[in-house]
């Protein structure tokens, strides 16, 4: 196994492992065969920068209120929506069914440097962009102060 850092290996606890459910798109079309069973995925882009973690989340055809943006557990970022099915008019006569349709559901274990508090997030052209500031170096929310009497 090639070692590319602690961020490659699950046992060092990183944002990208899998003890939080975020389905592959593999994942997602075993046995899809019917619209009940259809789950649209939503591919995601993570960067980060030294001031931010940037995540930009492909949503084509999705409005602004069929999103849901949401921090769980503290620092599990959830993105989560509908990509609504066309209507269909009666005697249409579909030949291609392609599109992904349905519930889809993103979530991502942000890193300790995230400030879950001043998350922010935009929808424009159907992409999706979430930006979680990171604090600043030293400052961590589980650290308290005692004076010294």
């Known amino acids: 196994m090639t070692s590319l850092g602690p961020w490659r290996d699950p046992w060092f606890g990183s944002p990208f492992s899998s003890d939080i459910w975020d389905p592959s798109p ?3 079309r075993r046995g899809r065969d019917d619209d009940v069973s259809a789950v649209a995925h939503a591919s995601v882009d993570w ?28 620092n599990v970022l959830q993105i989560s929506g509908e990509k609504s099915k066309e209507k269909e008019e009666t005697g249409d006569r579909w030949h291609r069914l392609e599109r992904e349709r349905g519930s889809f559901l993103r979530r991502f274990r942000l890193p300790e440097n995230a400030n879950t508090e001043a998350i922010s997030c935009g929808l424009e052209n159907g992409v999706l962009t979430v930006n979680v500031p990171k604090k600043e170096a030293g400052t961590r929310s589980d650290v308290r102060m005692i004076d010294i009497a």
């Open 47 to 74: 960067r980060e920068t030294d001031n931010a973690h940037i995540i930009r989340a492909d949503l084509p055809g999705v409005r602004r209120e069929d999103v849901k943006v949401q921090v769980e557990d503290g």
């Open 26 to 28: 593999r994942e997602l």
